[in-house]
């Protein structure tokens, strides 16, 4: 795909691999020496990737295995490169021969085919594939757990499924319990199965819905965050319009923000338990591109996802006529459980590299007994 396969300056990934192709990866590199890492901690984020309920998830459910091929001695990183592979296994890619020359609206197809002159694997939609949030995956298992050693804390959830929201505020325990419980990831179990009888109608009808994966941020320390170019806003937004099927990224109030008075909108600062905090977090714990040592709010918009068997049109490339399509094959008809745990992952990876490059995260973790 040309270069653009990685991320970060301190702590870096990069991505490879396709949905259909042998395997997906990732080499995270300037990992830290002397984090304890097993294959045990990827397969943890891993699993949480398949909702274990058939009616809402496609029907390629891969139990992926991960590899963990370099960068691990006696159980701790050595601060060399960490490269992770899962094997590709579940593919069918029959469906995709026949629509090869029909672009799927809403999908990556066409702008894929004109960019690169018709050589990049579209099985499965190749690249662009939603599978290649594995690679992303795995390598926020590492920076979650890299975080976890300075208390911070990556969390994502599902706040809503097409109209169907939970105004409930969590606490963090709530959302640190119930996330993964509910198979649509929401933390509010009743809403969740509300949420799940919309995935399901969607799905009956050929059809697909979206919705917001919310994601909090705790005890991210003030100052992180490199402006300009790399306030830690952006950079968060960049990684999350890297998942696919985000179209939309908001901090605190995000959009609702622009309707406010200054007085409303501003967050007070108070003392807590001897601390400077806010009374409020309208600004999601973000201010001038840095921390400020409040909650990291964000809301990530997932479209509904492109591939549905309802009809539509398209056309065909191979006579340059008008055509429809009804695309088969094995299709979430809900993007938004899937995405929760790589919003946590692209957040976390963010999060850990901007960690490093202002120095609240050392190089070596100790010294080896
Ligand atoms: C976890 C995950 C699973 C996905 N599954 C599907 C799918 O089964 N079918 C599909 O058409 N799109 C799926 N998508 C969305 C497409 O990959 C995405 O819409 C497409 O690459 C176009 O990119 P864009 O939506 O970011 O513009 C999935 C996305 C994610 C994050």
Redesign the pocket.
Known sequence: MLAGNSTGKEFTITSFGESHGKIVGVVVDGCPAGLPLTEADIQAELDR?IPADPKIV?A?IEKDKPRILSGIFEGFTTGAPIAMLVENKEVDSADYKAIKDLP?P???DYPARIKYGGFNDYRG?GR????V?VALIMAGAIAKKLLSQFDVDVLAYTRSVGKTRSDKKFSIQEIRGNRYKAATRCPDLTCAEKMEEVIVEARKEGESIGGVVECIAVNVPVGVGEPMFDSLDADLAKAL?N?????AVEFGLGFGIAELKGSESNDAYVIQDGKVATSTDNMGGILGGLSNGMPILIRVA??P???ISAKQKTVDLSTMEDSVIS?KG???PC?VP??VP?VEAAVAVILADHMIRAGFIPKVLGNKK
């Open positions: 990737r496609s390629r799927r809403g999908h990556a939609g662009f594939s939603g599978r949030t319009f998942v696919p099927a985000v179209k997932i479209k996802t492109p591939s695309v094995k299709h979430d993007v899937k995405a790589a």
